[in-house]
């Protein structure tokens, strides 16, 4: 399996952007691909997902502040965040999981590579 390594996390004020990449060391084949985010004391939870350019999911927390995005030619699959808010606050992975579990890809159980995680903190 290939390894999964993010970059772009930071620190921001409310209302400030962070743009999230997540590079794969190799190519993942019939894969779909993701970010969830974790804070301590709570379940990791899915926040986007992306099957091939063709589909997207998102989470009904980030609807319409976050995009997920993915460039094939460089295994590379990007988050940007928008108008952040404290409550993004949170430990942000990359995963990657079969595409036979898409209809469940918001779930971590469905995810079978996991990066090791980019912190994001929001905060005035």
């Known amino acids: 399996q290939g390894q999964l390594m993010e970059s772009g996390g930071g620190s921001v004020r409310p209302g400030g952007s962070l743009r999230l990449s997540c590079e794969a060391s190799?190519?993942?084949?019939?894969?779909?691909w993701g970010w969830f985010r974790q804070v301590p004391g709570k379940d990791r939870e899915g926040v986007a997902t992306i099957r091939g350019n063709l589909a997207t999911t998102i989470a009904r927390s980030v609807k319409d502040r976050f995009t997920i995005s993915q460039d094939d030619a460089s295994n590379t699959v990007h988050l940007q965040m928008t108008n952040l808010k404290p409550e993004d606050t949170a430990m942000y992975y990359c995963?990657?999981?079969?595409?036979?579990?898409?209809?469940?890809?918001?779930?971590?159980?469905?995810?079978?590579?996991w990066g090791q995680g980019t912190q994001v903190t929001v905060s005035s």
């Open positions: 995963a990657a999981g079969p595409i036979s579990r898409w209809y469940s890809s918001l779930s971590p159980a469905s995810i079978s590579v």
């Open positions: 190799s190519t993942l084949e019939d894969v779909y």
